[in-house]
């Protein structure tokens, strides 16, 4: 059964984009190894993305480096939207509500991750009892402002247990 997976790269204080959606700050933290994000990459199954993320900023645009994982991702993709658009996608499967794309990216990622991204996407899954792992890569900077890796005001204590083994800020969900 597929796992679901909130993964990101944020800021030290916890922001995943700047102010606007604003990515830019992220290329140059994108060059270099990351043996932790290769081997997530040939986990990944599925992806869950919130339309935010979908439409937003990507500072590889337009280059052999964009979307999903610096472009190297090309399996199914299930974005959540009230907001469908009016021509199908051959390539994006839009969802309307969270339990049934859940539920599809489950069944196409089969034994592998649904990789979630997007702060609020990730909010509602944790949540809802949903989110099973959480990876964050961690960048020099500060952002001061902006989306926040997890922005649930009000919000309950969640537990994390680190994932034996791994080095990267990687931890399972208590439930
Ligand atoms: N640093 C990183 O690694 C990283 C990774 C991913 C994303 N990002 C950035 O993070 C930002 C996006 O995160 P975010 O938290 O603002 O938004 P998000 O989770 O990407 O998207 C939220 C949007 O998804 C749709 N949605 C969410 N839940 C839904 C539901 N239950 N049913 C139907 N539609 C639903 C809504 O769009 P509609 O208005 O269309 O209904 C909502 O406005 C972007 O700036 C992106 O570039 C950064």
Same mark, same amino acid.
């Given at each position: 059964?597929?796992?679901? %997976?909130?993964?990101? &790269?944020?800021?030290?204080?916890?922001?995943?984009?700047?102010?606007?959606?604003?990515?830019?700050?992220? &290329?140059?933290?994108?060059?270099?190894?990351?043996? &932790?994000?290769?081997?997530? %990459?040939?986990?990944?199954? @599925?992806?869950?993305?919130?339309?935010? &993320?979908?439409?937003?900023?990507?500072?590889?645009?337009?280059?052999?480096?964009?979307?999903?994982?610096?472009?190297?991702?090309?399996?199914?993709?299930?974005?959540?939207?009230?907001?469908?658009?009016?021509?199908?996608?051959?390539?994006?499967?839009?969802?309307?509500?969270?339990?049934?794309?859940?539920? /599809? @990216?489950?069944?196409?990622?089969?034994?592998?991750?649904?990789?979630? %991204?997007?702060?609020?996407?990730?909010? /509602?899954?944790?949540?809802?009892? %949903?989110?099973?792992?959480?990876?964050?890569?961690?960048?020099?900077?500060?952002?001061?402002?902006?989306?926040?890796?997890?922005?649930?005001?009000?919000?309950? /204590?969640?537990?994390?247990?680190?994932?034996?083994?791994?080095?990267?800020?990687?931890?399972?969900?208590?439930?």
């Amino acid at each position: 059964m597929a796992k679901l %997976l909130y993964s990101a &790269t944020a800021s030290l204080d916890g922001y995943i984009a700047g102010p606007g959606g604003d990515m830019s700050w992220l &290329t140059e933290h994108l060059a270099g190894d990351n043996p &932790t994000a290769d081997r997530l %990459l040939a986990d990944v199954g @599925a992806i869950l993305a919130g339309n935010r &993320t979908f439409g937003g900023d990507d500072p590889n645009r337009g280059t052999e480096s964009e979307g999903a994982f610096g472009g190297q991702y090309h399996g199914p993709v299930f974005v959540l939207t009230h907001r469908p658009p009016d021509e199908p996608s051959a390539d994006v499967t839009f969802v309307g509500d969270l339990d049934s794309a859940v539920a /599809q @990216a489950k069944e196409a990622a089969g034994e592998k991750y649904v990789n979630i %991204l997007g702060a609020d996407v990730a909010k /509602q899954c944790l949540r809802a009892g %949903l989110l099973d792992e959480i990876l964050i890569f961690f960048a020099p900077v500060l952002l001061g402002d902006g989306v926040r890796m997890f922005d649930d005001p009000g919000g309950e /204590q969640v537990r994390l247990a680190p994932i034996p083994g791994e080095t990267a800020h990687w931890y399972t969900v208590v439930r």
